[in-house]
């Protein structure tokens, strides 16, 4: 059964995309993985990492995005005639074994899942609108990827920044998170604010029928200027290991590339587009030291 990891950082910018797609492609081309990425941002970065625009403007054409699972769940059709197997696409950027689901602009209607579960709680009895908001949160991503949780070794889901509700279902979702940060004051308040959030979604459900047990893989530094050498990026540093175990930080830190933002534009990761590039070889060396962290766990 697959290993479910959110991607996540209350703060955007970070680099949660950029670690995700590259991650997952290492995971396959270079060990031999079976990976599913799930796009879970309406930016859609992640799908227009691993796919061109006119590759994800027929897929959202045929309704082979995620929004369509979402709907059936909000909405749930008899007459559906697609499945999760349906729309997920398989050997992305011509790699075996590294498969995405798309995301879409458009996941879903929040006003649809707020009445649906308003009717839900009125029809229960005794239970109030947040038990059963709880509930909906904690099994939607579940429910979406139960169907195929033997078909991968890992599923890597790339969080919109901020806590919505994708966001939170998919914490409740996954065994373990990954948290990249710059090296910047914000990015350190965003990893701040996620901690006491997942803390406080922890205690939400401890009682439910899905408690959460999520682990932290570990903290990796996305660099965005300056190297590991620059006095303030490892005064920055400093401060995030004084709050986190030494277990809960990665040693390999992605370096600024200009090779990875140029991948962008070939809707590739770096280490498929340029493999000898120094981000590629980060990439490589992190997802190495991603496989021993989990393993520890495991």
Known sequence: MALVISTVNMKGGVG??????NLATCLAKYHQKRVLVLDLDAQISATLSLMSPHEFAQTRKKRKTLSYLIDNIIQPNPHSKLDIFDIICPAVCDVEGLELLPGDIE????????????????????????SVWNKFESVLIKKILDPVMDEYDFVIMDCAPGYNLLTRSA????????????????????????????AKLKESHKNSEYPLKI?????V????????????????MRRVKEDFQPHQLFNNNIPMDVNVAKAVDSFM????????????????????EFLQKVALYV
């Open 16 to 21: 949660k995309t950029t670690l995700t797609v």
């Open 107 to 130: 996941l879903y209607d929040e006003y649809l899942v707020s009445e649906m579960l308003h009717k839900e709680a009125q029809l229960n009895e005794g239970i109030n609108f947040e």
């Open 171 to 198: 914490i409740a979702a996954s065994n373990f998170y990954l948290l990249p940060a710059r090296p910047e004051p914000l990015s350190i308040v965003g990893i701040q604010l996620l901690e006491r959030r997942i």
């Open 215 to 219: 682990n932290l893989v570990g903290v």
């Open 221 to 236: 530094f996305i660099m965005s200027g300056g190297g590991l050498l620059s006095r303030y990026y490892n005064q920055v």
């Open 269 to 288: 990761p770096v280490v498929s587009a340029m493999p000898s590039s120094q981000g590629s070889k980060a990439f490589l060396k992190f997802a190495e």
